[in-house]
């Protein structure tokens, strides 16, 4: 992979021909986070088939994709305002941000998140992460969102998600 410098990254809004390369990349990176830490099924069930309903479902302002020399390696989808069981006023949801594993650390997922906080008409935004996935949230720690202390059960109880805000919860 060449230097950060060397690379033509851009972040822009999904359209219709990036769907099915958005897809391939949600499936890819569902797989290679959490293949041997979910159960099979649930990760055999996120195919790039399975991934193409599910972007055709997304309003395109909603989503941002991530291309590295004209190839989609990354997106990143929210929702204004954030989905229950988040309830604080005036805030929106980091629904997803994914980057294929060989493109991590090139700054790409900083610049998936500055393209929905800016789209964002709030400053208040929330996201759930897995609890066993550290390496992310190392990073949404480390772009300034913190635990909440709030948990949730997904998937029948298959996996457990912490939420985390970019501002304090209590005001």
């Known amino acids: 992979m060449p230097t950060t410098s060397e690379l033509s990254i851009v972040v822009r809004h999904i359209t219709p021909a990036d769907f099915e390369a958005k897809a391939r990349v949600h499936s890819q990176t569902w797989h290679e986070t959490y293949q041997g830490k979910l159960p099979q099924w649930l990760v055999d069930k996120i195919t790039p088939e399975f991934a193409f309903e599910v972007t055709k479902r997304h309003d395109p302002a909603s989503v941002f994709v991530a291309l590295v020399d004209d190839e989609v ?23 997803a941000i994914y980057v294929l594993n060989r493109c ?9 998140a500055q393209a929905v906080f800016d789209a964002l008409p709030t400053k208040r935004v929330v996201l759930w992460v897995l609890e066993f996935n550290d390496k992310a949230q190392g990073f949404y720690r480390h772009i300034g969102f913190h ?10 109880g298959a996996s457990k998600e912490l939420e985390y805000a970019n501002f304090d919860v209590s005001e």
């Not at 390696?73 to 629904?95: I, Q, T």
């Not at 991590?104 to 998936?112: E, N, P, S, W």
């Open 73 to 95: 390696v990354g997106y990143a989808e929210f929702a204004n305002p954030a989905r229950e069981p988040s309830d604080y006023p005036n805030c929106a949801e980091l629904g």
């Open 104 to 112: 991590q650390g090139l700054g790409i997922g900083r610049k998936l």
């Open 147 to 156: 635990p909440t202390g709030q948990v949730q059960t997904e998937d029948g």
